[in-house]
């Protein structure tokens, strides 16, 4: 196995036994939910309370430059959104061409099925991008791209933002299946 291949197996691994499983059955309803107040989401154009908004098409994404802190609790749909543009997206068109993904003009997903399939697209974009690498591909910075480190440390930084941010995912759908309305015990 090829060093790209067992980088791409790392994710894949954790992609096909963890993650993409736990994201089967989604609905719009648990999409969309927010388990707090002022959550960022994904919401129809021009109904955002956040400091600003991106997409192209009729869903946008909340946001805000910089980004306050402590940062905001984000739905399922808006960390899904996270994961399609910013963590693969950006870089699959950055590294391995293709059309390019920008924030700004990415069509946001209005129903958790057309997240998914979006998802699901840009993750197997990455992973084929990833397996084709060669060991001086990995050595060297992307060509293209603002980021400057060896590509090993991009796929490694890709691969663990994906793991963590589909950790996120998964307790959301934890907390979103458990809403029964008992007060936790007091320690």
């Keep these: ?103 700004e003009t990415f069509a946001y997903a209005g129903t958790a099925d057309e997240a998914l399939k979006q998802l699901d697209e840009m993750y197997g974009r990455w992973n084929a991008g990833v397996r084709a690498l060669s060991d001086t591909d990995l050595e060297n910075p992307p060509a293209r791209g603002p980021e400057r480190f060896p590509m090993e440390n991009r796929v490694l930084h890709i691969n663990r933002e994906l793991i963590h941010h589909g950790a996120e995912i998964s307790l959301l759908r934890d907390l979103y299946r458990r809403q029964d309305g008992a007060v936790p015990r007091r320690i």
């Design 1 to 103: 196995m090829t060093r790209s291949e067992r980088l791409a197996e790392q994710l894949d691994w954790h992609w096909h036994k963890n993650l993409r499983p736990r994201l089967d059955g989604l609905a719009d309803e648990e999409y969309f939910w927010e388990p707090v107040r002022d959550c960022w989401s994904i919401r129809p154009r021009g109904t955002s309370a956040a400091p600003a908004s991106e997409g192209s098409g009729q869903w946008t994404m909340d946001s805000a430059f910089p980004a306050p802190v402590p940062a905001p609790v984000t739905t399922i749909a808006w960390r899904l959104a996270h994961i399609i543009v910013s963590c693969l997206g950006y870089r699959v068109g950055w590294y391995f061409g293709g059309q390019e993904v920008d924030s």
